[in-house]
C-alpha cells in the first residue's frame, strides 16, 4: 500500500442549501464524513442556480479532489460539466437527481414516481376508510413546476387517482415548496372549497403549512394532511407525523448514506467497482412507526 | 390645512376602488349566493396577508422618502424569524417578551448599521443594503446552521408564543397600530419633515442645518426594527423560524411604496399612498387566486394590472425617474 | 459687524478665493461685485457655513468666530438666500420657513397652527400671498426667490446675504424688495448684496466691495464713485457701454402668431421679422416663458395658430434646471444640440467638435478651466455662456431668448448684447425676454407687454419708457398702447 | 484627450487589483506549487462565469444612465432560453440562426415595449419592468407548459447548437465584442450622448430638442435584446430552455453596474467601470469558493468585500442618491 496517511478531499456540490431536505443532505454528509478522520470534506451551495453550481463544480476541478459529489440542481445544466470532472479523472457520484449522460462513476438517488405512486395509493385507502368507497375531494399543493421532484411526485398521485373516478382533485395551488406561501394559498381554497377530504403537499413544509391555514379556520380536523420528504429532526416531516399534524409522509431518502458509502470504498480500495446506479426505496412514515423511524 | 401626507390619495383611492370592484364583479359565487371575496373571513384574509409586507413597506416609505432604498429587509426578517425561534425553544429565555425583543433589536441594529454606512459614507443605499442583504442572509443560515427551527403544537413557551402572535387580529391590528403611527410620524413630526426634506433636496436640508445623517441613520433604523418585527409575526404565523424565509420581500415592499405613488428619487409620497398601494397588491393577488387562474397566466395579468393600477393614479406632469 | 480678513478657497486647481477682505458695519447695504466667476458667491457661502474656507479668519463683532456649519451661522445671526435658491420643491412654503430655523421653537410634534402663525407676517412682509401650504415647488421662480427672503427675514437675521436676489425679480417685485431692505436697514439689520445690477447697487447700497480673480481689489463708499470707476475696478480695463447701434429695416416675416391660447395664455397675437429683435415684458407670472415652451411645442396648444419661417430655437430661462446637462463637460453641452454635423454614420469626430464650438465659446469669452470641465464647475455666467453657445451652434433663424443675461455681468452682458445685434444684422428674428426694462428698451426694436396671458400693449422702440411698459405690466389697461 | 469614460477608471482599477492580488495571496497551491487562482483555466472560468451578467450588464448601463432601471432582465433570459430551445428541439426550424433569430428578436421586442410604456407614460422604469419581470417570467413558463425544454448530447441540430455555443472562447469572446460595442457606443456616438444627456437632465434635452423618448425606447431594446442573447448562450451552456433561470440576476446585472461607478440617478457611469463591477464579483467568488469558504460565510464576507471595494473607488464628494 501507499503511504500511510492519505488525506482525502471530497468536494460535494449542493444545488441548494435552502430547503430543510437539502440542509439536512448535507448535515448527514458532513456527520458522516466527519468520522472518518482522513477525508476533508468541502460543500458548496448553488442556491437553486444552474449557472453558479456549473462555476462550483467547475472551482471544483480546478482543485482537484479525491472524489466529487454532485446533486445536481437541474438534470441537463450539469451534465457537461460533470462530464468534464470524468475527464480529469475525478471520480463522481451523483446524488439523486439524473442527468442528461452517465457522466458520473455511480447514480445513487430514490424514485419520485414511485412516491407519488404510494401516496396516491395511501390516499384512496384512506378516502375507502372514511367514506366505505373511493370517492372524495383532494386538493394537491405543489411545488416549483417544471422541477423532476414535482412533476412526478404530481403525476404518480394523479396516475392512481385516475383509476377512480370519484376521488377528485379539486385544487391545486402552486406554492414553490414553501410553507409559508403554502398557508395562504391553503387559505384561499378553504374559502372557496366547502369540503375537503385529504390535502396532499408535494413536500412536508407545505402539507404543514396547508395545516395551519386548516387550523386558523378551525377545518384541521375536517381532513387529512399528506406530505413527502419525511425528514428527520425538529422541524422535519416525522415528527409531524407523531404530533398527528400529518397523517403521513413518505421518507424520500437523503441517499447520503449510500454515497459516502460508496465514496469510502472508491477512496479506500482501488479495486472496489462501484454498481453504475443505487436505487433506494422510499418508506411510508404513519403514526405506526414514526416513533421508531425518528429515533433513527 | 390640507396635509402633504392626504396629497395624492384620490388618485390612489381610484386605482384601489377599480381593482376591488372587479374583484367583486368576478368573484366566484358560494352556495348561498353570496360573493366569496365580500365574505368577512375572506377580506380579513387579505388583510392578514399583506401585513407582513405591508409593516415593512410603511419603513420602506421613509427610506425611499429620503431617496435611499432598503434591499436588505427580507434577509432582515429571516434573520428575526430565526433568532426569535432559538430564543424560544433553546431555553435561553423564559420570556416570550426577552425573546422578541432579542430578535427586533438585532434587527434594528442591523438597520442602524445600514444606516451609519449609508450617513457617513459616499456609498449608494442600493449597494450598502444589497450587501446587507446578503451578509445578513448569511448570518441568518449560519446562526441557525441551514435549519429551520421549528415550533411546536404542545404547551411549552414557543408555541404559547406562536398561538398568541398568529392570531389574526393581532397580526393585522400590529399592522394598523404601525400604519397609524408612521403615518403620524411622517405627517405630523419634525422628524417626519426631516425625512421628506433630505429627499426633497439634500444640499438645502445641509444648508439649512437639518441632522441630514441622524435622519438617514434612522430611516434604516426603523426599516430594521419593523423587518424584525415583521419577522416575530412569520416565526409564529408559520410556526417555525427560517433563515431562507423573506426572499424577494423587498421588491414586494418597494413595489407597494411605488405604486402608492412615492417618487424612488426622493422626497415626495405618502404612507397613506403606500397603504393603498399594498391593498392594491393583495386584493390583485386575492382575485385572481380566488378564481383559480392558472398561476402563469395569473402573472401575466398581474403584470398588466399593476401597470394599469399606476396609469390611473397619474396624471399627466412630474419625470418618470 | 462683521470682517472677513484674508479667505482662501480652492477647489481643485481653481483658485475660488485667493484674498478676500472685507468689512461690514451695521446697518448698512454693503455691494459685492465682480465678473462671473470672481468669488462673490463662494465668499457668501463660506460667510454663510455652507462652504469650509481654506485659511482667513472671520470676525464677528471684533471677535473671532468660526463658522463650521449652517447652523453656527444662524446662531451669529446670519442669514442667506442663496443664488440657486435652496429651497424643498416638495415641502409647503411653511415648512421651508421653518425647517433648521432656530427662531422657530418646536418640540417633536409638528403645530400645524403655530406654524402657520409664525410663517403669516414673513410670507406677507416678502409681498408674498400664498397659502402657508403651498408646496415651493409649485411657486414660480419670482415667488420661490420671495419664500427664500421670508425665511431668511423669519431667522431674524442681523447680517443678510443676498446673491442676486433680483436677477429673477421684475421691477415691481424688485422695488417691494429694495422697500424691505430699506426697512430691514432702519431696524439696525446689515445687508451683503451681491449683484451685477449697477443701477440697484448705486439705488440702495451705501458702500460696494469688489473682487476680481478671488481677491479684494477695493472699497468704496457709492457716494463718491461712479458705475464706470467701479466697473473699471472690477474688470480691471475700461468698459465701452456701446450704445444701440442703429439697424436696418426689418426683412419678411419670420414668425407669425395668431390667437395663441395655452394653459397659460389667452389669444396671443404678433409677428416677428427677419433682423429684428421683438421684447416680450410682463410681470412674474405674466405668460412670458410660457410663451417660449407654446412656440417651441413644449406645451400643448388649445387654439390658435403658429407659423413660422425657418427653424426656432429657445434658450430657457431656469439654466440648471431646463438648460444644461450638470455633470457633462462645457464641450458635450455646447455641441449636444447639433452633433449630426461633426459626426459620420453616427459617430462623433471628437476634433471636429471642438473645432466647431472653439470660435463661438471665444466670440463669448467664456471662461472655463478646460472644454472638459463639468459644467457644474462653472460660475453662473459662464454656465450661461455655454447654453448661448449650444444655440449659437444650432443657429435657428428665430430664437426665443428668455432672460439670457440673468446672473451675467456688465462685461459678459456687453458681449450678449453685441451678440444678439449681430444675429439680428444677420437676418435672425429675436424674441427677447428680459426682467430688466433698461435693457429691454436697449435692444428691442420693438416690445410686446404680456399681462395675465394677454396681450396688454405694444410700443415701438422709439415711444417706449420704461413707465409706459410698467403701466401696461401692472394693470390691464394699457395706458398709451397703440392698438394694432 | 480625456474620454469621459475612462475618467473613472483609475480608482475602480485599484479595488479591483486589491481583490486579484488578495485572491492571488490566499489562493490554494496546487501539487507543482503554482497557485491555482493564476491557472489560465481557472482565469478563463473566472471570465465564462461572469459573461453572462457581464453582457446584461452592459446594457443595464445604457438604462441606468438615462435614470432608468430594468428589473426583467431574468425574466427576458429565461424567454429566451426557452423559445431558443422550443424552435431547436420541436423541428420549427432547421437552423439554428433562425431559432437564436427568434428568441433574440421576441426579447428585443420585450425591452421596446417596456422601453415604450417608459418614454410615452409617466410610470416609473422600475414599476414597469416589475411588472414585465413578472409578466414575462409568467410567459415563458406558460410557453413551456413550466417545462424544461432538455437539449440532448445526440447528434441533431440542438445539440450541434450547444456544442457550438457553450464554447468558452465564443462565450468569452462574446462578452469581449459586446463590450467594445457597447463602450464604443457610449463613448464615441451621438447615441451615447443622448444616453447621458438623457439621465443628467432629462428636460433640458427635451429643451435642447434631443429625441429622449427614442432614445429611452432604444436602451431598453438593447437591454431586451442583450438579455436575449445572454439566454441564448446560457441554453447552450446548460444544455436546455429554462422557464426558471435567470432569477435575480436584475440583482447581479446592477450591482456590477453600480459598483464599477454608475450613479443610479443616472447622468453618469461608464462602460469600463462596469466591466470591473462584473470583474470584481467574479474575482471575489472565485476566490472565496477556491478556498472552500462555508457558503454561509461567504456570504458575509461578501458583503464587507462588496462594500471596500465601493468605498475605495470613492473619494469624498457627490452625493449618496
Ligand atoms: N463646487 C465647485 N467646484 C469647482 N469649482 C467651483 C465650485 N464652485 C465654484 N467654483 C469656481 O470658483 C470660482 C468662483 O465661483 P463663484 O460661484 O464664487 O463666482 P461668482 O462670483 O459668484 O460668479 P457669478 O457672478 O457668475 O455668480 C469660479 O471659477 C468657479 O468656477
Ligand atoms: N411648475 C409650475 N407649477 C405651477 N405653476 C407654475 C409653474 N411654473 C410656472 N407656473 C405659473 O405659471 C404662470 C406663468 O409662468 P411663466 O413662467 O410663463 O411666467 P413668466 O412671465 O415667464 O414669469 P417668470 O419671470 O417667472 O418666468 C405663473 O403664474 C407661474 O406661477
Ligand atoms: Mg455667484
Ligand atoms: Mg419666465
Known amino acids: 500500500s501507499g503511504p500511510a496517511k492519505k488525506q482525502f478531499f471530497v468536494a460535494f456540490s449542493q444545488a441548494n442549501n435552502a430547503e430543510p431536505y437539502r440542509a439536512a443532505q448535507n448535515e448527514l454528509m458532513t456527520q458522516l464524513f466527519a468520522r472518518q478522520p482522513d477525508v476533508k470534506l468541502v460543500i458548496s451551495d448553488a442556491q437553486q442556480d444552474n449557472s453558479r453550481q456549473v462555476a462550483q463544480v467547475e472551482t471544483f476541478i480546478r482543485q482537484k479532489p479525491d472524489l466529487l459529489i454532485v446533486a445536481p440542481n437541474e438534470r441537463a445544466a450539469l451534465t457537461a460539466v460533470m462530464g468534464q470532472a470524468m475527464d480529469a479523472k475525478i471520480p463522481v457520484i451523483c446524488l439523486e437527481r439524473d442527468i442528461l449522460q452517465p457522466n458520473y462513476t455511480s447514480y445513487v438517488h430514490s424514485d419520485n414516481l414511485t412516491i407519488g405512486h404510494m401516496a396516491g395509493e395511501f390516499i384512496v385507502e384512506q378516502l375507502q376508510k372514511k367514506y366505505g368507497a373511493p370517492r372524495g375531494n383532494v386538493v394537491a399543493i405543489r411545488g416549483l413546476l417544471g422541477v423532476e421532484g414535482e412533476i412526478n411526485r404530481d403525476k404518480g398521485a394523479r396516475e392512481v387517482f385516475a383509476k377512480y373516478p370519484d376521488i377528485k382533485i379539486i385544487a391545486d395551488p402552486v406554492a414553490d415548496w414553501i410553507q409559508a406561501k403554502a398557508k395562504d394559498r391553503m387559505t384561499e381554497v378553504l374559502r372557496a372549497q366547502p369540503k375537503i377530504d385529504v390535502v396532499y403537499g408535494h413536500n412536508d413544509p407545505m402539507a404543514v403549512g396547508a395545516y395551519l391555514a386548516a387550523r386558523e379556520l378551525g377545518r384541521d380536523k375536517e381532513m387529512l394532511f399528506v406530505g413527502v420528504d419525511g425528514l428527520g429532526g425538529e422541524a422535519g416531516g416525522i415528527k409531524k407525523v407523531m404530533d398527528g399534524v400529518l397523517a403521513a409522509t413518505f421518507v424520500y431518502p437523503l441517499c447520503v448514506d449510500k454515497a459516502v458509502d460508496v465514496a469510502l470504498h472508491i477512496l479506500r480500495d482501488s479495486s472496489f467497482r462501484p454498481e453504475k446506479e443505487y436505487r433506494i426505496i422510499p418508506t411510508l412514515v404513519t403514526s405506526a412507526n414514526a416513533a421508531e423511524l425518528y429515533g433513527k | 390645512m390640507k396635509l402633504p401626507a392626504f396629497a395624492a390619495l384620490p388618485k390612489n383611492f381610484l386605482a384601489l376602488a377599480g381593482i376591488v370592484l372587479l374583484a367583486i364583479a368576478i368573484s366566484p359565487v358560494a352556495a348561498d349566493g353570496s360573493r366569496v371575496f365580500l365574505e368577512i373571513g375572506n377580506l380579513t384574509d387579505i388583510l392578514r396577508q399583506i401585513s407582513l409586507i405591508g409593516i415593512i413597506s410603511l419603513a420602506m416609505t421613509f427610506v425611499i422618502l429620503t431617496g435611499g432604498i432598503d434591499l436588505s429587509v427580507g434577509s432582515v426578517l429571516a434573520l428575526s424569524t430565526s433568532l426569535t425561534a432559538m430564543w424560544l425553544t433553546r431555553g435561553y429565555t423564559h420570556s416570550v417578551a426577552v425573546a422578541i425583543l432579542v430578535a427586533v433589536a438585532a434587527c434594528a441594529l442591523a438597520g442602524a448599521v445600514n444606516g451609519l454606512v449609508i450617513a457617513f459614507t459616499d456609498i449608494q443605499p442600493f449597494?450598502?443594503?444589497?450587501?446587507?442583504?446578503?451578509?445578513?442572509?448569511?448570518?441568518?443560515?449560519?446562526?441557525?446552521?441551514?435549519?429551520?427551527?421549528?415550533?411546536?403544537?404542545?404547551?411549552?413557551?414557543?408555541?404559547?408564543?406562536?398561538?398568541?402572535?398568529?392570531?389574526?387580529?393581532?397580526?393585522?391590528?400590529?399592522?394598523?397600530?404601525?400604519?397609524?403611527?408612521?403615518?403620524t410620524l411622517l405627517s405630523r413630526t419634525v422628524f417626519g419633515r426631516h425625512v421628506r426634506a433630505t429627499g426633497?433636496?439634500?444640499r438645502a436640508a445641509l444648508h439649512a442645518g437639518l441632522p441630514v445623517r441622524s435622519t438617514k441613520v434612522w430611516v434604516y433604523t426603523l426599516t430594521g426594527l419593523l423587518s424584525g418585527f415583521a419577522g416575530v409575526l412569520y416565526a409564529a404565523e408559520n410556526h417555525q423560524g427560517n433563515p431562507n424565509a423573506g426572499v424577494a420581500y423587498e421588491l414586494d415592499a418597494i413595489a407597494a411604496v411605488v405604486i402608492g405613488g412615492t417618487r424612488l428619487s426622493g422626497g415626495k409620497g405618502s404612507i397613506s399612498g403606500t397603504i393603498v398601494g399594498t391593498l392594491i397588491m393583495g386584493v390583485l393577488t386575492n382575485m385572481l387566486r380566488l378564481n383559480n387562474v392558472d398561476s402563469n397566466v395569473e402573472m401575466m395579468i398581474k403584470a398588466v394590472i399593476i401597470v394599469l393600477a399606476v396609469a390611473v393614479q397619474r396624471g399627466k406632469g412630474g419625470n418618470g425617474a | 459687524?462683521?470682517?472677513?480678513?484674508?479667505?482662501?478657497?480652492?477647489?481643485?486647481?481653481?483658485?475660488?478665493?485667493?484674498?478676500?477682505?472685507?468689512?461690514?458695519?451695521?446697518?448698512?447695504?454693503?455691494?459685492?461685485?465682480?465678473?462671473?466667476?470672481?468669488?462673490?458667491?463662494?465668499?457668501?457661502?463660506?460667510?454663510?457655513?455652507?462652504?469650509?474656507?481654506?485659511?482667513?479668519?472671520?470676525?464677528?463683532?471684533?471677535?473671532?468666530?468660526?463658522?463650521?456649519?449652517?447652523?453656527?451661522?444662524?446662531?451669529?445671526?446670519?442669514?442667506?438666500?442663496?443664488?440657486?435658491?435652496?429651497?424643498?420643491?416638495?415641502?409647503?412654503?411653511?415648512?421651508?420657513?421653518?425647517?433648521?430655523?432656530?427662531?422657530?421653537?418646536?418640540?417633536?410634534?409638528?403645530?400645524?397652527?403655530?406654524?402657520?402663525?409664525?410663517?403669516?407676517?414673513?410670507?406677507?412682509?416678502?409681498?408674498?400671498?400664498?397659502?402657508?401650504?403651498?408646496?415651493?415647488?409649485?411657486?414660480?421662480?419670482?415667488?420661490?426667490?420671495?419664500?427664500?427672503?421670508?425665511?431668511?427675514l423669519s431667522m431674524d437675521a442681523r447680517i443678510l446675504l443676498m446673491d442676486e436676489p433680483t436677477s429673477s425679480l421684475f421691477d415691481d417685485a424688485a422695488e417691494r424688495l429694495f422697500e424691505l431692505i430699506a426697512g430691514l436697514k432702519m431696524r439696525g439689520v446689515s445687508i451683503v448684496y451681491v449683484s451685477h445690477k449697477m443701477d440697484e447697487i448705486f439705488r440702495i447700497a451705501d458702500r460696494a466691495t469688489v473682487l476680481r480673480d478671488g481677491e479684494t481689489v477695493g472699497t468704496v463708499e457709492i457716494a463718491a464713485t461712479s458705475v464706470e470707476s467701479i466697473i473699471r475696478t472690477m474688470v480691471g480695463r475700461d468698459v465701452t457701454i456701446a450704445q444701440r447701434a442703429g439697424r436696418g429695416p426689418a426683412g419678411e416675416v419670420a414668425l407669425e402668431v395668431d390667437g395663441l391660447t395655452t394653459a397659460k395664455l389667452r389669444g396671443v397675437s404678433f409677428t416677428v421679422h427677419r433682423g429684428e429683435v421683438l421684447g416680450i415684458a410682463g410681470l412674474v407670472g405674466s405668460g412670458r416663458s410660457e410663451l417660449g415652451a407654446a412656440l417651441a411645442g413644449l406645451d400643448r396648444v388649445v387654439s390658435g395658430a403658429i407659423r413660422a419661417r425657418g427653424g426656432f430655437g429657445l434658450v430657457p430661462e431656469d439654466r440648471r434646471v431646463e438648460g444644461l446637462m450638470m455633470r457633462m463637460s462645457v464641450l458635450e453641452n455646447g455641441t449636444i444640440a447639433v452633433l449630426p454635423r461633426v459626426s459620420r454614420a453616427g459617430f462623433v469626430a471628437r476634433t471636429a467638435e471642438r473645432r466647431m464650438l472653439d470660435p463661438v465659446a471665444a466670440g463669448l469669452a467664456l471662461n472655463c478651466p478646460s472644454m472638459d470641465a463639468p459644467v457644474s464647475q462653472l460660475s453662473g455666467g459662464n454656465q450661461q455662456k455655454v447654453l448661448l453657445a449650444r444655440w449659437l451652434l444650432v443657429n435657428p433663424d428665430i430664437l426665443f431668448l428668455d432672460d439670457p443675461t440673468r446672473g451675467i455681468d456688465v462685461g459678459a452682458k456687453q458681449d450678449i448684447y453685441r451678440m444678439v445685434e449681430e444675429l439680428a444684422r444677420a437676418g435672425k428674428a429675436i424674441l427677447l425676454v428680459s426682467s430688466e426694462l433698461p435693457e429691454l428698451l436697449r435692444l428691442s426694436d420693438r416690445i410686446v407687454v404680456l399681462h395675465e396671458g394677454r396681450v396688454a400693449a405694444r410700443y415701438d422702440a422709439e415711444e417706449a419708457t420704461q413707465e409706459r411698459i410698467m403701466a401696461a405690466a401692472t394693470a390691464a389697461s394699457g395706458t398709451g398702447a397703440r392698438p394694432q
Not at chain 3, 462652504?51 to 468666530?65: C, K, M, Y
Not at chain 3, 468660526?66 to 446670519?78: E, V
Not at chain 3, 425647517?99 to 410670507?123: D, I, K, S
Open chain 2, 127 to 183: 449597494i450598502v443594503t444589497l450587501a446587507s442583504m446578503i451578509g445578513v442572509r448569511g448570518l441568518a443560515k449560519w446562526l441557525s446552521s441551514n435549519q429551520n427551527i421549528d415550533i411546536g403544537f404542545g404547551q411549552d413557551l414557543a408555541a404559547h408564543f406562536a398561538a398568541v402572535f398568529r392570531q389574526k387580529a393581532l397580526v393585522i391590528g400590529s399592522y394598523a397600530a404601525a400604519s397609524a403611527a408612521f403615518w
Open chain 2, 200 to 202: 426633497d433636496n439634500e
Open chain 3, 1 to 152: 459687524m462683521l470682517q472677513a480678513r484674508d479667505i482662501r478657497k480652492h477647489y481643485g486647481g481653481v483658485h475660488a478665493l485667493k484674498g478676500a477682505n472685507f468689512d461690514l458695519r451695521p446697518g448698512e447695504v454693503h455691494a459685492l461685485v465682480g465678473e462671473n466667476g470672481a468669488g462673490k458667491s463662494t465668499l457668501a457661502r463660506i460667510l454663510a457655513g455652507s462652504t469650509r474656507a481654506d485659511g482667513g479668519s472671520i470676525l464677528r463683532d471684533g471677535r473671532e468666530v468660526r463658522i463650521a456649519s449652517p447652523l453656527d451661522a444662524q446662531r451669529l445671526g446670519i442669514g442667506i438666500i442663496y443664488q440657486e435658491l435652496d429651497l424643498f420643491p416638495n415641502l409647503t412654503a411653511g415648512e421651508n420657513i421653518v425647517a433648521g430655523n432656530l427662531r422657530f421653537r418646536e418640540g417633536a410634534m409638528v403645530r400645524f397652527g403655530e406654524m402657520e402663525r409664525f410663517c403669516r407676517p414673513f410670507l406677507a412682509q416678502a409681498g408674498l400671498s400664498c397659502p402657508v401650504d403651498t408646496p415651493a415647488g409649485e411657486l414660480s421662480i419670482g415667488q420661490q426667490q420671495m419664500l427664500a427672503i421670508a425665511r431668511a
